[in-house]
């Protein structure tokens, strides 16, 4: 891995933090500590340590991506009233996958279109 920049350790301390934010949303903390900070230069660092591992990119269907502290394998559950992500834990999905594949040797990404339970409680 390679050597963590200053604005690259605010980031990923940003992330470690709040978890599932959008490159705006980490901007807008980031610049708290460090005003000098470029949006492009989070947008970068955060694509940076999605593809070394170091954070979860997660895609959203007609939103921005969010970032994610946790790295394993988990699902989401995304929001499409607040655009809110959330972790989902499906029982058992990780051992029925290496079923189905025949190998434990595998990446996924599953992602569930749901309200979430504010939005729900909000519509009754």
Do not use: W
């Not at 390679?2 to 690259?8: E, F, S």
């Not at 079923?99 to 939005?119: P, R």
């Amino acid at each position: 891995m390679k050597y963590l920049t200053q604005q690259c350790k605010l980031i990923l301390a940003i992330i470690q933090e709040f978890g599932h934010m959008t490159a705006e949303e980490v901007y807008r903390e980031a610049v708290k500590a460090m005003p000098k900070i470029a949006l492009g230069t989070v947008y970068r660092n955060l694509n940076e340590m999605a593809q070394d591992g170091r954070i979860r990119k997660i895609r959203v269907p007609d939103g921005p991506d969010r970032f994610d502290k946790t790295v394993s394998p988990h699902e989401h559950m995304i929001c499409p009233k607040c655009g809110g992500v959330l972790d989902l834990e499906v029982k058992g999905l990780t051992e029925c996958l290496k079923e189905a594949v025949g190998s434990d040797d595998f990446q996924y990404d599953l992602s569930v279109n749901a309200c979430c339970a504010k939005c729900r409680a909000a519509q009754q």
